[in-house]
Protein backbone atom coordinates (compact mmCIF):
# COMPACT_ATOMS: atom_id res chain seq x y z
CA UNK A 1 0.00 0.00 0.00
CA UNK A 2 1.56 3.24 -1.33
CA UNK A 3 0.89 6.09 1.15
CA UNK A 4 0.97 10.09 0.20
CA UNK A 5 1.36 12.95 2.85
CA UNK A 6 -0.86 15.93 1.49
CA UNK A 7 0.73 18.28 3.87
CA UNK A 8 4.67 17.61 3.20
CA UNK A 9 4.01 15.19 0.08
CA UNK A 10 5.74 12.45 1.34
CA UNK A 11 4.45 9.23 -1.05
CA UNK A 12 6.30 6.16 1.20
CA UNK A 13 5.33 2.58 1.05
CA UNK A 14 4.98 2.66 5.40
CA UNK A 15 1.93 0.58 6.63
CA UNK A 16 0.70 1.94 9.78
CA UNK A 17 1.26 -0.61 12.77
CA UNK A 18 -2.41 -0.74 13.95
CA UNK A 19 -4.94 -0.72 11.00
CA UNK A 20 -7.95 0.77 13.26
CA UNK A 21 -6.23 4.13 13.97
CA UNK A 22 -5.12 6.99 11.00
CA UNK A 23 -1.74 6.79 9.73
CA UNK A 24 0.38 9.79 10.12
CA UNK A 25 2.86 11.20 8.43
CA UNK A 26 6.62 9.38 9.55
CA UNK A 27 7.91 12.65 8.51
CA UNK A 28 5.86 15.69 9.70
CA UNK A 29 2.97 14.02 11.41
CA UNK A 30 0.32 14.98 9.78
CA UNK A 31 -2.62 12.86 9.94
CA UNK A 32 -3.55 14.14 6.59
CA UNK A 33 -2.28 11.14 4.67
CA UNK A 34 -4.53 9.05 1.97
CA UNK A 35 -3.14 5.41 0.95
CA UNK A 36 -4.44 3.46 -2.33
CA UNK A 37 -2.68 0.41 -3.80
CA UNK A 38 -2.53 2.00 -7.28
CA UNK A 39 -1.54 5.44 -6.14
CA UNK A 40 1.06 5.67 -8.03
CA UNK A 41 -0.59 4.81 -10.84
CA UNK A 42 -3.38 6.95 -11.46
CA UNK A 43 -3.19 10.37 -13.49
CA UNK A 44 -6.62 11.23 -14.64
CA UNK A 45 -7.99 13.74 -11.82
CA UNK A 46 -11.08 15.95 -11.13
CA UNK A 47 -10.67 18.79 -9.22
CA UNK A 48 -14.12 20.64 -7.82
CA UNK A 49 -13.39 24.09 -6.03
CA UNK A 50 -15.84 23.27 -2.37
CA UNK A 51 -18.67 25.56 -2.10
CA UNK A 52 -17.31 27.76 -4.81
CA UNK A 53 -18.68 31.09 -4.55
CA UNK A 54 -19.64 30.93 -0.46
CA UNK A 55 -15.72 30.11 -0.01
CA UNK A 56 -14.79 33.37 -1.94
CA UNK A 57 -17.13 35.69 0.02
CA UNK A 58 -15.89 33.81 3.43
CA UNK A 59 -12.24 34.70 1.82
CA UNK A 60 -12.97 37.90 0.95
CA UNK A 61 -14.62 39.01 4.10
CA UNK A 62 -13.44 37.01 7.45
CA UNK A 63 -16.15 38.01 9.57
CA UNK A 64 -18.26 35.13 7.87
CA UNK A 65 -16.17 32.34 8.53
CA UNK A 66 -18.46 30.81 11.24
CA UNK A 67 -21.63 31.77 9.89
CA UNK A 68 -23.56 29.66 7.19
CA UNK A 69 -23.56 31.50 4.10
CA UNK A 70 -26.23 31.37 1.13
CA UNK A 71 -24.91 32.47 -2.25
CA UNK A 72 -28.47 33.24 -4.31
CA UNK A 73 -31.16 35.57 -5.32
CA UNK A 74 -34.08 37.40 -2.96
CA UNK A 75 -37.01 35.79 -1.52
CA UNK A 76 -38.22 34.42 -5.06
CA UNK A 77 -34.73 33.39 -6.52
CA UNK A 78 -32.55 29.94 -5.68
CA UNK A 79 -29.53 29.20 -3.87
CA UNK A 80 -26.14 29.54 -6.31
CA UNK A 81 -23.92 28.04 -3.48
CA UNK A 82 -24.01 27.37 -0.08
CA UNK A 83 -21.11 26.50 2.56
CA UNK A 84 -20.93 23.41 4.22
CA UNK A 85 -21.76 25.04 7.44
CA UNK A 86 -25.22 26.11 5.78
CA UNK A 87 -25.82 22.73 3.89
CA UNK A 88 -25.59 21.30 7.43
CA UNK A 89 -29.13 22.63 7.93
CA UNK A 90 -29.93 20.90 4.40
CA UNK A 91 -29.40 23.82 2.33
CA UNK A 92 -28.24 23.28 -1.63
CA UNK A 93 -27.83 24.81 -5.01
CA UNK A 94 -30.71 25.36 -7.03
CA UNK A 95 -33.02 25.03 -3.63
CA UNK A 96 -35.66 27.83 -4.14
CA UNK A 97 -34.39 31.04 -1.64
CA UNK A 98 -37.71 30.31 0.95
CA UNK A 99 -37.15 27.26 1.44
CA UNK A 100 -33.42 27.77 2.16
CA UNK A 101 -34.21 30.37 4.94
CA UNK A 102 -36.73 28.36 6.31
CA UNK A 103 -34.01 25.48 6.73
CA UNK A 104 -31.56 27.96 7.60
CA UNK A 105 -32.98 31.68 8.31
CA UNK A 106 -30.10 33.08 10.97
CA UNK A 107 -27.91 32.70 7.01
CA UNK A 108 -26.34 35.29 6.09
CA UNK A 109 -27.54 35.78 1.71
CA UNK A 110 -25.13 37.43 -0.69
CA UNK A 111 -26.13 38.24 -4.11
CA UNK A 112 -24.19 36.64 -6.54
CA UNK A 113 -20.95 38.94 -8.26
CA UNK A 114 -20.41 36.43 -11.29
CA UNK A 115 -17.54 38.44 -12.57
CA UNK A 116 -15.20 38.33 -8.95
CA UNK A 117 -16.42 34.32 -9.20
CA UNK A 118 -14.94 34.12 -12.92
CA UNK A 119 -11.84 35.99 -11.83
CA UNK A 120 -10.85 33.81 -8.98
CA UNK A 121 -11.95 31.06 -11.05
CA UNK A 122 -9.38 32.02 -14.47
CA UNK A 123 -6.63 32.25 -11.22
CA UNK A 124 -7.36 28.71 -10.13
CA UNK A 125 -6.88 27.52 -13.97
CA UNK A 126 -4.37 28.65 -14.37
CA UNK A 127 -2.45 26.73 -11.60
CA UNK A 128 -4.26 23.84 -12.94
CA UNK A 129 -2.59 24.78 -16.13
CA UNK A 130 1.23 24.93 -14.56
CA UNK A 131 0.72 21.22 -14.20
CA UNK A 132 -0.33 19.82 -17.01
CA UNK A 133 -1.88 21.60 -20.50
CA UNK A 134 -4.87 18.57 -20.56
CA UNK A 135 -6.90 21.00 -18.88
CA UNK A 136 -10.43 20.41 -19.51
CA UNK A 137 -12.80 22.78 -17.89
CA UNK A 138 -16.54 21.95 -16.60
CA UNK A 139 -17.76 25.21 -14.92
CA UNK A 140 -16.10 28.00 -13.39
CA UNK A 141 -14.50 26.03 -10.32
CA UNK A 142 -14.21 22.49 -11.95
CA UNK A 143 -11.90 20.62 -14.27
CA UNK A 144 -10.57 17.40 -15.83
CA UNK A 145 -6.68 16.99 -15.89
CA UNK A 146 -4.76 14.37 -17.69
CA UNK A 147 -1.63 13.71 -16.16
CA UNK A 148 -0.07 11.19 -17.52
CA UNK A 149 3.30 10.87 -18.22
CA UNK A 150 4.59 14.15 -16.06
CA UNK A 151 6.27 11.60 -13.06
CA UNK A 152 9.49 13.00 -14.22
CA UNK A 153 8.58 16.06 -14.90
CA UNK A 154 7.51 17.33 -11.63
CA UNK A 155 9.79 15.06 -9.98
CA UNK A 156 6.85 12.53 -8.57
CA UNK A 157 3.75 11.27 -9.43
CA UNK A 158 0.49 12.50 -10.57
CA UNK A 159 -1.09 11.89 -6.83
CA UNK A 160 1.74 13.96 -5.32
CA UNK A 161 1.43 16.88 -7.94
CA UNK A 162 -1.86 16.42 -7.43
CA UNK A 163 -1.35 17.41 -3.32
CA UNK A 164 0.74 20.29 -4.36
CA UNK A 165 -1.62 22.34 -6.73
CA UNK A 166 -4.80 21.94 -4.34
CA UNK A 167 -2.10 23.43 -1.40
CA UNK A 168 -1.05 26.09 -3.80
CA UNK A 169 -4.78 27.24 -4.99
CA UNK A 170 -5.55 26.98 -0.98
CA UNK A 171 -2.43 29.10 0.16
CA UNK A 172 -2.08 31.84 -2.78
CA UNK A 173 -5.78 31.91 -3.91
CA UNK A 174 -7.85 31.57 -0.62
CA UNK A 175 -10.14 28.62 -1.51
CA UNK A 176 -10.13 24.91 -0.93
CA UNK A 177 -10.74 22.27 -3.06
CA UNK A 178 -11.02 18.43 -3.27
CA UNK A 179 -9.22 16.16 -5.87
CA UNK A 180 -10.68 13.23 -7.18
CA UNK A 181 -7.61 10.58 -8.67
CA UNK A 182 -8.70 7.69 -11.27
CA UNK A 183 -7.51 6.18 -14.71
CA UNK A 184 -10.95 7.33 -15.99
CA UNK A 185 -12.96 10.45 -15.91
CA UNK A 186 -16.52 9.07 -15.11
CA UNK A 187 -14.46 7.41 -11.81
CA UNK A 188 -12.26 10.88 -11.06
CA UNK A 189 -15.70 12.64 -10.83
CA UNK A 190 -17.24 9.89 -8.86
CA UNK A 191 -14.05 10.39 -6.79
CA UNK A 192 -14.13 13.93 -6.49
CA UNK A 193 -17.30 13.74 -4.22
CA UNK A 194 -16.30 11.11 -1.70
CA UNK A 195 -14.44 13.28 0.57
CA UNK A 196 -15.55 16.53 0.82
CA UNK A 197 -14.33 19.39 1.46
CA UNK A 198 -10.50 19.34 1.42
CA UNK A 199 -10.67 15.85 0.09
CA UNK A 200 -8.42 13.34 -1.84
CA UNK A 201 -10.49 9.89 -2.79
CA UNK A 202 -8.54 7.70 -4.93
CA UNK A 203 -10.75 5.01 -7.57
CA UNK A 204 -8.39 2.31 -8.70
CA UNK A 205 -8.99 -0.23 -11.93
CA UNK A 206 -9.22 -3.06 -9.56
CA UNK A 207 -11.58 -2.06 -7.27
CA UNK A 208 -14.17 -0.24 -9.82
CA UNK A 209 -16.21 -3.29 -10.78
CA UNK A 210 -16.90 -3.80 -7.35
CA UNK A 211 -17.36 -0.86 -6.11
CA UNK A 212 -19.94 0.62 -8.89
CA UNK A 213 -21.55 -2.74 -8.59
CA UNK A 214 -23.72 -1.72 -4.97
CA UNK A 215 -23.93 2.01 -6.14
CA UNK A 216 -27.34 3.43 -7.27
CA UNK A 217 -28.19 3.45 -11.20
CA UNK A 218 -27.94 7.77 -11.19
CA UNK A 219 -24.21 7.58 -10.11
CA UNK A 220 -24.03 7.21 -13.94
CA UNK A 221 -23.64 10.00 -16.15
CA UNK A 222 -26.52 11.06 -17.60
CA UNK A 223 -28.84 9.24 -16.23
CA UNK A 224 -31.09 12.00 -14.21
CA UNK A 225 -34.30 12.11 -12.54
CA UNK A 226 -36.50 10.98 -15.75
CA UNK A 227 -34.42 8.05 -17.48
CA UNK A 228 -33.95 6.87 -13.36
CA UNK A 229 -37.41 6.23 -13.10
CA UNK A 230 -37.61 4.25 -16.59
CA UNK A 231 -34.57 1.85 -15.81
CA UNK A 232 -36.67 1.75 -12.05
CA UNK A 233 -39.38 0.50 -14.08
CA UNK A 234 -37.11 -1.80 -15.61
CA UNK A 235 -35.69 -3.32 -12.73
CA UNK A 236 -32.66 -1.94 -12.81
CA UNK A 237 -32.02 0.29 -9.30
CA UNK A 238 -28.23 -0.82 -8.67
CA UNK A 239 -25.69 -0.40 -11.25
CA UNK A 240 -25.08 -4.55 -10.77
CA UNK A 241 -28.61 -5.12 -12.17
CA UNK A 242 -27.17 -3.96 -15.40
CA UNK A 243 -24.29 -6.44 -15.76
CA UNK A 244 -26.38 -9.63 -16.78
CA UNK A 245 -27.23 -7.59 -20.27
CA UNK A 246 -25.13 -7.34 -23.27
CA UNK A 247 -24.54 -4.13 -24.96
CA UNK A 248 -27.00 -4.68 -28.21
CA UNK A 249 -29.66 -5.72 -25.73
CA UNK A 250 -28.81 -2.55 -23.92
CA UNK A 251 -29.04 -0.17 -27.20
CA UNK A 252 -31.79 -1.98 -28.64
CA UNK A 253 -33.80 -0.91 -25.12
CA UNK A 254 -32.34 2.73 -24.52
CA UNK A 255 -30.36 3.93 -27.64
CA UNK A 256 -27.28 5.48 -27.98
CA UNK A 257 -27.35 5.90 -24.32
CA UNK A 258 -27.17 2.14 -23.37
CA UNK A 259 -23.90 2.04 -24.81
CA UNK A 260 -23.08 4.34 -21.92
CA UNK A 261 -24.29 2.21 -19.52
CA UNK A 262 -22.88 -1.15 -20.42
CA UNK A 263 -19.66 0.17 -20.37
CA UNK A 264 -19.46 2.51 -17.17
CA UNK A 265 -21.35 -0.22 -15.11
CA UNK A 266 -17.79 -2.01 -16.06
CA UNK A 267 -15.77 1.04 -14.99
CA UNK A 268 -14.70 1.53 -18.75
CA UNK A 269 -14.47 5.22 -19.84
CA UNK A 270 -11.80 5.93 -22.70
CA UNK A 271 -12.82 9.86 -23.06
CA UNK A 272 -10.00 11.72 -23.08
CA UNK A 273 -9.20 14.83 -20.98
CA UNK A 274 -9.98 17.41 -23.79
CA UNK A 275 -8.42 21.27 -23.33
CA UNK A 276 -10.41 22.91 -25.66
CA UNK A 277 -14.04 21.39 -24.89
CA UNK A 278 -16.79 22.89 -27.16
CA UNK A 279 -19.10 25.27 -25.83
CA UNK A 280 -22.53 23.54 -26.10
CA UNK A 281 -24.92 26.82 -25.58
CA UNK A 282 -25.10 30.19 -24.24
CA UNK A 283 -28.23 30.93 -22.23
CA UNK A 284 -29.56 33.85 -19.84
CA UNK A 285 -32.49 33.85 -16.97
CA UNK A 286 -34.72 35.52 -14.36
CA UNK A 287 -36.46 35.24 -11.92
CA UNK A 288 -39.21 36.92 -11.07
CA UNK A 289 -40.24 39.22 -7.67
CA UNK A 290 -43.81 38.30 -8.20
CA UNK A 291 -45.79 35.40 -10.64
CA UNK A 292 -46.21 36.85 -14.21
CA UNK A 293 -49.31 35.18 -16.49
CA UNK A 294 -49.83 38.25 -18.59
CA UNK A 295 -48.06 37.29 -22.22
CA UNK A 296 -47.28 41.02 -22.07
CA UNK A 297 -45.40 41.06 -18.73
CA UNK A 298 -43.37 37.54 -19.83
CA UNK A 299 -42.84 39.18 -23.30
CA UNK A 300 -41.66 42.08 -21.75
CA UNK A 301 -38.58 40.27 -19.96
CA UNK A 302 -37.29 38.86 -22.73
CA UNK A 303 -35.44 41.41 -23.93
CA UNK A 304 -32.79 41.59 -21.58
CA UNK A 305 -32.37 38.25 -21.95
CA UNK A 306 -31.78 37.91 -25.43
CA UNK A 307 -29.30 40.89 -25.02
CA UNK A 308 -27.26 39.23 -22.66
CA UNK A 309 -27.00 36.28 -24.59
CA UNK A 310 -26.57 38.03 -27.86
CA UNK A 311 -23.55 39.59 -26.22
CA UNK A 312 -22.19 36.59 -24.94
CA UNK A 313 -22.48 34.90 -28.55
CA UNK A 314 -20.51 38.08 -30.29
CA UNK A 315 -17.67 38.03 -27.64
CA UNK A 316 -17.02 34.22 -27.85
CA UNK A 317 -17.22 34.68 -31.90
CA UNK A 318 -20.21 32.28 -31.86
CA UNK A 319 -23.68 32.11 -33.93
CA UNK A 320 -26.94 30.19 -32.40
CA UNK A 321 -28.66 27.28 -34.80
CA UNK A 322 -31.54 26.78 -32.00
CA UNK A 323 -33.49 28.69 -29.95
CA UNK A 324 -35.04 27.76 -26.52
CA UNK A 325 -37.62 29.27 -24.60
CA UNK A 326 -37.05 27.94 -20.91
CA UNK A 327 -40.69 28.87 -18.81
CA UNK A 328 -40.95 27.66 -14.77
CA UNK A 329 -44.65 27.47 -13.51
CA UNK A 330 -45.66 28.67 -10.01
CA UNK A 331 -45.70 24.56 -9.41
CA UNK A 332 -41.40 25.16 -9.91
CA UNK A 333 -42.94 22.67 -13.36
CA UNK A 334 -40.38 23.65 -15.78
CA UNK A 335 -41.34 23.96 -19.34
CA UNK A 336 -39.32 24.42 -22.87
CA UNK A 337 -39.37 25.01 -26.21
CA UNK A 338 -37.39 25.52 -28.91
CA UNK A 339 -37.08 26.05 -32.62
CA UNK A 340 -34.30 25.65 -35.30
CA UNK A 341 -33.43 29.00 -37.19
CA UNK A 342 -33.03 28.83 -41.40
CA UNK A 343 -28.86 30.30 -40.80
CA UNK A 344 -27.32 30.77 -37.04
CA UNK A 345 -27.68 34.08 -35.64
CA UNK A 346 -25.93 36.42 -33.20
CA UNK A 347 -28.33 39.70 -33.20
CA UNK A 348 -30.00 39.92 -30.14
CA UNK A 349 -33.23 41.10 -32.36
CA UNK A 350 -33.51 37.21 -34.36
CA UNK A 351 -33.19 35.89 -31.00
CA UNK A 352 -35.78 38.39 -29.40
CA UNK A 353 -38.07 37.50 -32.43
CA UNK A 354 -37.78 33.72 -31.86
CA UNK A 355 -38.60 33.81 -28.55
CA UNK A 356 -41.79 35.46 -28.69
CA UNK A 357 -42.90 33.27 -31.66
CA UNK A 358 -42.17 30.21 -28.68
CA UNK A 359 -43.69 32.32 -26.01
CA UNK A 360 -46.99 32.60 -27.72
CA UNK A 361 -47.26 28.93 -27.77
CA UNK A 362 -47.18 28.64 -23.76
CA UNK A 363 -48.51 32.01 -22.22
CA UNK A 364 -52.05 30.59 -21.75
CA UNK A 365 -52.83 32.06 -18.45
CA UNK A 366 -50.63 30.07 -16.71
CA UNK A 367 -48.23 32.13 -13.53
CA UNK A 368 -44.71 31.96 -14.38
CA UNK A 369 -42.07 32.30 -11.50
CA UNK A 370 -38.91 32.40 -14.03
CA UNK A 371 -38.32 33.11 -18.01
CA UNK A 372 -35.33 32.21 -19.86
CA UNK A 373 -33.65 32.06 -23.19
CA UNK A 374 -31.11 30.53 -24.53
CA UNK A 375 -29.32 29.38 -27.79
CA UNK A 376 -27.23 26.26 -28.91
CA UNK A 377 -25.90 24.46 -31.79
CA UNK A 378 -23.25 26.69 -32.09
CA UNK A 379 -21.44 27.76 -34.98
CA UNK A 380 -18.28 30.48 -35.60
CA UNK A 381 -19.58 33.69 -35.60
CA UNK A 382 -18.28 34.08 -39.40
CA UNK A 383 -21.49 32.47 -40.44
CA UNK A 384 -23.88 34.45 -38.57
CA UNK A 385 -26.41 36.12 -40.23
CA UNK A 386 -26.03 35.87 -43.67
CA UNK A 387 -27.97 37.69 -46.44
CA UNK A 388 -31.57 36.56 -47.08
CA UNK A 389 -33.82 37.06 -49.84
CA UNK A 390 -36.87 36.00 -47.84
CA UNK A 391 -35.89 38.50 -45.30
CA UNK A 392 -34.37 41.36 -46.85
CA UNK A 393 -34.69 43.63 -43.83
CA UNK A 394 -31.92 41.76 -41.99
CA UNK A 395 -29.59 43.73 -43.35
CA UNK A 396 -30.97 46.33 -41.98
CA UNK A 397 -31.34 45.41 -38.66
CA UNK A 398 -27.28 43.85 -38.49
CA UNK A 399 -26.37 47.13 -39.63
CA UNK A 400 -28.62 49.02 -36.60
CA UNK A 401 -27.10 46.54 -34.20
CA UNK A 402 -23.86 46.81 -34.40
CA UNK A 403 -23.86 50.59 -34.56
CA UNK A 404 -25.55 50.60 -31.22
CA UNK A 405 -22.99 47.70 -30.33
CA UNK A 406 -20.11 50.37 -31.20
CA UNK A 407 -21.28 52.71 -28.97
CA UNK A 408 -21.84 50.85 -26.25
CA UNK A 409 -18.34 49.25 -26.72
CA UNK A 410 -17.02 53.15 -26.24
CA UNK A 411 -19.57 54.45 -23.76
CA UNK A 412 -20.94 51.69 -21.67
CA UNK A 413 -24.07 49.58 -21.58
CA UNK A 414 -26.24 51.91 -20.70
CA UNK A 415 -25.39 54.81 -23.30
CA UNK A 416 -27.84 53.41 -25.98
CA UNK A 417 -30.78 51.19 -25.81
CA UNK A 418 -33.94 50.48 -27.65
CA UNK A 419 -37.61 51.76 -26.36
CA UNK A 420 -38.66 48.36 -25.39
CA UNK A 421 -35.85 48.34 -22.84
CA UNK A 422 -37.69 51.00 -21.06
CA UNK A 423 -39.89 50.72 -18.16
Not at 58 to 75: A, E, S, T, W, Y
Not at 341 to 367: C, F, H, M, W
Not at 398 to 405: L, M, P, S
Request: hydrophobic content about 40%; charged content about 30%; proline content about 5%.
Amino acid sequence: MTSLCRDCFLVSEETPVDPRRHARCSACGSPRVVSHSELEGLSIAHIDCDAFYASVEKRDNPDLQDKPVIVGGGHRGVVSAACYLARMYGVGSAMPMFKALKACPNAVVIKPDMAKYSSVGREVRALMEAVTPLVEPISIDEAFLDLTGTTQLHGGCPARTLAQLVKRIETEIGVTASVGLSYSKFLAKIASDLDKPRGFAMIGEAEAPAFLAEKPINIIWGVGKAFRKQLINDGIRQVRDLLPYDEPQLVDRYGRIGSRLYYFARGIDDRKVEPHSVMKSISAETTFNEDIKDPARLEKQLWSLCEKVSKRLKAKSLAGGNITLKLKTSEFKQITRSRTLENPTQLSEVIYQESRRLLKTVADGRRFRLIGVGTSDLKDGETADPPSLLVPELAQVAKVERAIDAVRQKLGDDAIKKGRSLK
